[in-house]
């Protein structure tokens, strides 16, 4: 299916285990976005990639790593989970940015990570 | 650092009543964005704003944009149980590498009672 898709949608995994989370987008878009959320804080930018092999830290980005080597793929990595990192963690997209127009980010549909 | 406050943090209205969220923030920008989001779901674009005096509308909820007072508004006509959600304001600060970056208010929770 066309869109921005995440996997996998809930994870439960116990402190100091490497966890990856992955999303996957149809549309080519050049950006894509890392966000965390927790009540209280909004959405906060852990990673932030302008195209393959470019990626960037946000606000948050201690305790996690990302990725980038195909347009459609941004994967995130927690190396070593902490409770502190339990969350709700949104991929998101956008076209390439132009000073003319907008480019909405499209989000994705989250995925639930508890640790232990 | 931009901050982009928005209040009130949490709204509960009554069926019928109007009332209006609003979001602050501490840098210059000309575009907004507001977003919906439902428990237990993603975030939909509801409305985005470019320029200074931009307002949209979109059945009850009315959003307007004003970058002298760094202030965006969502206005809420003769609220109805389906407005219920989750209300975020974002800021676009571009930048050559993330594109249109964002930062979010903390959102407004909104329950609409009958």
């Known amino acids: 299916d066309a869109g921005i898709t995440q996997s996998p949608r809930y994870k439960i995994t116990e402190t100091g285990r490497q966890v990856t989370l992955m999303c996957h987008q149809t549309?080519?878009?050049?950006?894509m976005f890392w966000y965390r959320q927790d009540l209280g804080h909004g959405l906060r930018l852990i990673y932030y990639?302008?195209?393959?092999?470019?990626?960037d830290k946000g606000e948050v980005p201690d305790g996690y790593v990302v990725s980038r080597s195909k347009t459609e793929n941004f994967p995130l990595t927690l190396e070593s989970a902490t409770r502190s990192q339990t969350s709700v963690y949104f991929c998101?997209?956008?076209?390439?940015?132009?000073?003319?127009?907008?480019?909405?980010?499209?989000f994705g549909p989250g995925t639930r990570l508890t640790v232990l | 650092e931009l901050k982009v406050e928005q209040n009130p943090l949490f709204l509960s209205m009554q069926e019928g009543k109007n009332y209006t969220i609003y979001c602050n923030y501490s840098?210059?920008?000309?575009?907004l964005y507001w977003y919906r989001q439902d428990p237990g779901k993603s975030l939909e674009s509801l409305f985005v704003?470019?320029?200074?005096?931009a307002v949209k509308q979109e059945g009850r909820l009315m959003a307007s944009l004003d970058t002298k007072a760094r202030l965006s508004t969502l206005h809420i006509t003769a609220a109805v149980h389906d407005l219920s959600a989750t209300y975020f304001c974002?800021?676009?600060?571009?930048?050559?590498?993330?594109?249109?970056?964002?930062?979010f208010g903390g959102g407004t929770r909104l329950m609409v009672k009958p």
């Open positions: 998101a997209s956008s076209p390439r940015w132009s000073a003319r127009s907008y480019n909405e980010q499209f």
């Open positions: 549309w080519s878009h050049s950006y």
């Open positions: 990639s302008a195209a393959a092999d470019i990626t």
């Open positions: 840098t210059t920008s000309d575009r």
């Open positions: 704003l470019l320029s200074n005096g």
């Open positions: 974002a800021v676009d600060t571009w930048g050559y590498n993330a594109g249109n970056m964002l930062t």
